[in-house]
Nanobody, 127 residues
């Protein structure tokens, strides 16, 4: 059984940084596309970032480009989301997800292409 566990969320002031981690168990992450999504209160879940199996390709939502960086350590079966220059509008529950799709395309920005999800970690950015 595949399990994803996010950690690293918390309360931070605007302009600050956080690093989220997603530990994967039950499946090797080395062949899996990984994604980060977020959901703010009253909003739909939205795509944040995705990274392919090797870590050499990635996609980002426009609003986080230049501020967030997705990376992975396949040896540790872990994916990371480094978030810098945080803004109050980044406040949300952040979820990591794993996709078994063999190709890495813009379709991986869609939540429907992910098979496994974590429980989420809260990120709150105060102004």
């Amino acid at each position: 059984q595949v399990q994803l566990a996010e950690s690293g969320g918390g309360l931070v002031q605007a302009g600050g940084s956080l690093r989220l981690s997603c530990a994967v168990s039950g499946r090797t992450v080395s062949s899996t596309t990984m994604g980060w999504f977020r959901q703010a209160p009253g909003q739909e879940r939205e795509f944040v970032a995705a990274i392919n199996w090797s870590g050499r390709s990635s996609y980002y939502q426009d609003s986080v480009k230049g501020r967030f960086t997705v990376s992975r350590d396949n040896g540790k079966n872990t994916v990371y989301l480094e978030m810098d220059s945080l803004k109050p509008q980044d406040t949300a529950v952040y979820y990591c997800a794993a996709s078994t799709r063999t190709s890495f395309t813009l379709l991986n920005t869609r939540a429907s292409t992910y098979n496994y999800w974590g429980q989420g970690t809260q990120v709150t950015v105060s102004s």
